[in-house]
Structure formats: structure tokens, C-alpha cells
């Protein structure tokens, strides 16, 4: 394992062979790191022992740990398809605030027609001031002829 390692380019996975139906590689990632890694239809990993005794033990506590972490993601996902029922449940009830959702949208158009005409006045004004300057500009224009 160690020669295997020694032998990657960084961030280069290199197949060692088979370890109890698992595939075993050692990876070399890009910071020094250098990893066992036990494959099936994921990747577990654990940290490369300078001792051949310690990479076994890793490799024995990697298998040990999955039954626990088996465990735990079943867990995950029980607790995910409750939450999904609840949340399909609570989709279905209606809108608590439906009401004054309403009200407030009809206020808020109100308000919204207002401006708008507000806002249609001051063009008004804007251009009822233009045509006085353009008057007073060809005013001034004839005089100066």
C-alpha cells in the first residue's frame, strides 16, 4: 500500500486489488494527503497509516463502521419519508391567511391606481411646462428678428 501510494501522482487513484468484496485503491489528493479507499457502490475512506499493522486496522474499522453507519442513514431516511408525508399534509390544508391576503392585494392595487394617476398628473404638469418654455423660446426668437 504504501509503495502504491508512493508510486500516485497527486490526486491519482490507484487500484491495489480486493478486500472482503470491497475494492481497494490508496488515492493521493492534491494537499499530501493520501487515503485508503474501500469501494462498492460508494467510496469509504480513511487516512493512510505510515504502519501496514495500522492500515489494516483502518481497513477492518472502515468495515465496522459501516453497519453503524447503515444504522444511521436508515434513520435519515425514516425520518425523511415523515417529514414528507407531514409536508404533503400540510400542502393540502388551505391557505390559513387567504382572507387577508386578499384584502391586502386589493389595498395594494388601490394604492398602485393612485400613484398612477399621481404620476399622471405630474407629466401633465411636466408637459404643460415644456410647451410654456417652447412657447417663450419662439417668443423671444421672434423679437431678436
Known sequence: MLEAVSKCKNGETTH?????????????????VNY???????DHKAELSSSPVGNMVKLENLLGGMAEELDFLTKKIEQYERDLEQSKLEYE???AQEAEL????????ELNVQLDLENGRAEDVDLARQEKEEQNRVAC?????
Open 141 to 145: 426668437c421672434d423679437k431678436v428678428k
Open 36 to 42: 485508503l479507499v474501500l469501494r462498492g457502490k460508494t
Open 102 to 109: 386578499s384584502e391586502k392585494i386589493a389595498r395594494l392595487n
Open 16 to 32: 491495489l486489488g480486493e478486500f472482503k468484496g470491497f475494492e481497494l485503491l490508496v488515492e493521493k489528493n492534491f494537499i499530501g
Open 93 to 95: 390544508k388551505p391557505f
